[in-house]
DNA sequence: CTTCTAAATGTTATATTATTACATAATGTT
DNA sequence: AACATTATGTAATAATATAACATTTAGAAG
């Protein structure tokens, strides 16, 4: 059962932007592209991600400073992601491998840490790039 | 067989610093420590680091954008990172773990990707912050 | 429908993180 | 010694992100 974000104005936006993108796109590009819809200022993009971040709809690709779409319905919260990265081309794609997903969030080590949230970012090259 | 690394100057003043810190540090930090040892410029530090993440000695929190020194002596080169993070108090510590690292090292998914390196983020609150 | 509250917006300034470009010096190899 | 590679020094600037403050909008509670 998903909860209904009703988004604002300015998430509307910026999440449109970045799901038609179908790749990820970095703050300040997003900015560039939304200021003909009258958003200006970068707090204003940081605003509207850290939002999208927070409900589920898009993920930071933390080692690429990028937001992508969420590519898996049944993720609702940014609480366990994976991502497969082209280090030649930069394409990404979320992985959604149930078995993955619940390896590690079941995983647990010797620390006495509970973990409530992980992300995964794996790096290779593409088919395509591959066979240049 | 480890390789041994003659680091330079600069990436073994830095290097030490890191590793005497015991956690994360981040780069403008390091130049504010290193400035009295002759390190005056951002990019001297960054040069350093490249190298020491290069060489396996540091790894990047992504995350955080900090570096701490390899705790897994048997680490030679980043290419396959876990680390746990306390959202609370910002401790991070790196996991050695045979299987999670024997686990990912050989995961695939149906993208036809073949994945040489990988870096995981787990956050939570360690046992102190738990207990608060 | 009004009062209250939480969430979102707008705006300016600034902090933080990282790289480009170019010159020089040190180190290792043949 | 000549050459190539790696490291250093320095200045400038690019890219990423947040602080602080004022205002507006949207929901919830009475």
Redesign the interface.
């Known amino acids: 059962m998903q909860k209904e974000h009703n988004l604002s104005k300015n998430q509307k936006i910026i999440f449109d932007l970045i799901d038609k993108s179908g790749g990820p796109m970095k703050a300040y590009s997003i900015l560039f592209s939304v200021q003909k819809k009258g958003i200006k200022a970068p707090l204003q993009v940081y605003r509207a991600l850290d939002k999208l971040v927070e409900i589920g709809k898009i993920h930071k690709i ?2 690429r400073n990028a937001f992508i779409a969420c590519q898996n319905s049944s993720c609702q919260i940014s609480k366990a992601t994976a991502f ?1 990265i ?2 030649s081309c930069e394409n990404v ?1 979320e ?1 959604s ?1 149930s078995k ?1 997903s619940k ?2 969030s079941n ?1 647990s ?1 010797n ?17 395509k790039c ?1 066979s240049k």
Chains 1, 2 share one sequence.
Do not use: H, V
Request: glycine share 6%; charged share 25%; aromatic share 20%.
């Open positions: 933390e080692s497969s082209c280090e794609s992985i491998n993955l390896y590690l995983f080590d620390s006495g840490m509970k973990y409530s949230k992980y992300n995964l970012e794996f790096f290779g090259l593409c088919k591959k």
